[in-house]
């Protein structure tokens, strides 16, 4: 995954299903041990304050068990 990461938009909370603006690239908080689901592909669990990145289709919508938020982000060029 990048290390160097360009944020197109504001955090926004995933609790309830969101594309993230139709993102295909999103940069994921857990502020607390959250089960991460990624429209119907599957899902993981992220530890409470990690981060990860999930690339998806820009109709997948993620949803966090618990608190949550996500970005959209793309590749630094």
Same mark, same amino acid.
Request: aromatic share 6%; no cysteine.
């Given at each position: 995954?990048?290390?160097i990461?360009?944020?197109?938009? @504001?955090? /926004?909370? %995933?609790?309830?299903?969101?594309?993230? *603006? @139709?993102?295909?690239?999103?940069? %994921?908080? $857990?502020? @607390?041990?959250?089960?991460?689901?990624?429209?119907?592909?599957?899902?993981? #669990?992220?530890?409470? *304050?990690? /981060?990860?990145?999930?690339?998806?289709? #820009?109709?997948?919508?993620?949803?966090?068990? @618990?608190?949550?938020? $996500?970005?959209a /982000?793309?590749?630094? $060029?």
């Amino acid at each position: 995954m990048p290390s160097i990461v360009k944020v197109l938009g @504001n955090e /926004v909370d %995933i609790t309830t299903a969101n594309t993230v *603006g @139709n993102a295909s690239l999103v940069r %994921i908080y $857990a502020t @607390n041990e959250s089960v991460v689901t990624v429209g119907s592909t599957g899902s993981f #669990t992220m530890p409470a *304050g990690s /981060v990860t990145f999930v690339e998806k289709a #820009t109709t997948d919508t993620l949803t966090a068990s @618990n608190t949550a938020v $996500a970005v959209a /982000v793309s590749y630094k $060029a």
